[in-house]
């Protein structure tokens, strides 16, 4: 029984070895797809962090401009100066949406970060009308006004459904079709074609629009990172479960196998006494050796002798 429970121990540690590995590789697939939906979330958190500060800094920095803008002597300098630094704002935003864990999720938020340019070119354009457009800034001005209509015109495929609709209904609406005859009456050194008010109105709800636009695009990239991380934790989870428990299973049915497996013993026998001497035949017999009797004349002799 003793060589018995050793064989099998030894059989129960051969199948250890594999259902042991097997754990082993689960806990690390699982370990590392846990790290990857962490660092998933960590990102689209940190992209929605980064996209809302640098919407609040550049919406600071075009109150800022047009601030500036309102002494006709800095109007050229505080023009380029916080332009510029509007679009490195801007810049470094699109440099984290590069930064995305997927392709589909840094598309979107590619997406999101032009439509924020395209805001941010509308709004440039009016700071220059607000200043008032001369020969040096109409020049700009012209360029700012292509430049936002062409992008956002290009970028409306690329949205999604709820805002190609946004788009449809800016588009055709009463205050974009205002706004774009003032942006070409300036653009033309032509005088307005409507009031002040009407422009200044259809240009607060074209720019309110495009900032909700921008908005409405920026969270659903980050949305659609983050159920990206969910997925990814889920199914790390899943999968690692799954292999940690079909290893315990494997374990358990070989523990079984082993135990009903028959072992044939054999008993060695070690004799403990000597064996018993066998009996020769009697025709094989010999007889032991005796003394030699002594010859009768040498009695004879010896008894003459002592007379």
């Known amino acids: 029984m003793k060589y018995l429970r050793s064989v099998r121990g030894r059989m129960l540690s051969i199948a250890f070895i594999p259902g042991a590995a097997l754990v082993l590789v689960a806990l690390v697939i699982a370990t590392f797809l846990v790290h990857q939906a962490v660092l998933t979330r960590d990102g689209a958190m940190e992209t929605a962090?980064?996209?809302?500060?640098?919407?609040?800094?550049?919406?600071?920095?075009?109150?800022?401009?047009?601030?500036?803008?309102?002494?006709?002597?800095?109007?050229?300098?505080?023009?380029?100066?916080?332009?510029?630094?509007?679009?490195?704002?801007?810049?470094?935003?699109?440099?984290?949406?590069?930064?995305?864990?997927?392709?589909?999720?840094?598309?979107?938020?590619t997406t999101a970060v032009e439509l924020l340019s395209v805001a941010e070119g509308m709004y440039r354009s009016d700071s220059l009308a607000l200043a008032g457009i001369d020969t040096v800034t109409r020049r700009p001005f012209a360029s700012a006004v292509a430049a936002y209509r062409a992008e956002l015109a290009r970028l409306a495929p690329q949205l999604t459904e709820s805002g190609r609709t946004a788009y449809e209904s800016l588009t055709r609406s009463a205050d974009w079709s205002r706004l774009a005859a003032a942006e070409d009456a300036f653009a033309a050194a032509e005088p307005l074609p409507i009031p002040d008010s009407t422009w200044r109105s259809a240009a607060y709800t074209v720019s309110e629009q495009l900032g909700l636009l921008y908005s409405q695009q920026s969270q659903y990239a980050v949305q659609l990172t983050l159920d990206d991380g969910r997925r990814t934790l889920g199914g790390a989870l899943a999968a690692g479960t799954a292999l940690v428990l079909f290893a315990a299973l494997l374990l358990v049915v070989v523990r079984r196998l082993v135990a009903r497996v028959p072992v044939p013993v054999v008993p060695i026998m070690v004799p403990t006494f000597r064996a018993a001497a066998i009996p020769l035949p009697r025709h094989a017999r010999s007889r032991r050796p005796r003394m030699p009797e002594p010859w009768p004349l040498n009695a004879v002799l010896d008894d003459l002798r002592r007379r």
């Open 49 to 109: 962090a980064a996209a809302d500060r640098t919407a609040r800094s550049v919406v600071a920095l075009q109150a800022q401009r047009s601030e500036a803008m309102a002494v006709p002597d800095r109007r050229t300098t505080a023009y380029a100066n916080f332009t510029q630094r509007i679009d490195a704002a801007i810049a470094g935003l699109r440099d984290y949406a590069r930064r995305a864990p997927d392709a589909e999720s840094a598309y979107q938020q």
